[in-house]
């Protein structure tokens, strides 16, 4: 999947450090992500993020 897309060549662009941190309280997720990608043109480029969440819970 993913994350940060070239709007020019629409070619996506490689992580290079993910962090992510959560916390949850009861019924409640809060959650944290910092992403930065690598840009590999020799020259500035426009960049689209692509973020798909998914949600899934259960009832016991």
């Given at each position: 999947?993913?994350?940060?897309?070239?709007?020019?060549?629409?070619g996506a662009l490689p992580l290079s450090v993910c962090d992510i941190t959560s916390c949850v309280r009861g019924y409640t997720l809060a959650m944290t992500a910092?992403?930065?990608?690598?840009?590999i043109e020799d020259h500035a480029i426009e960049g689209v993020c692509l973020?798909?969440?998914?949600?899934?819970y259960e009832y016991t």
């Open positions: 999947m993913p994350g940060l897309i070239n709007k020019e060549s629409r910092s992403m930065t990608y690598e840009n973020l798909v969440y998914v949600c899934v």
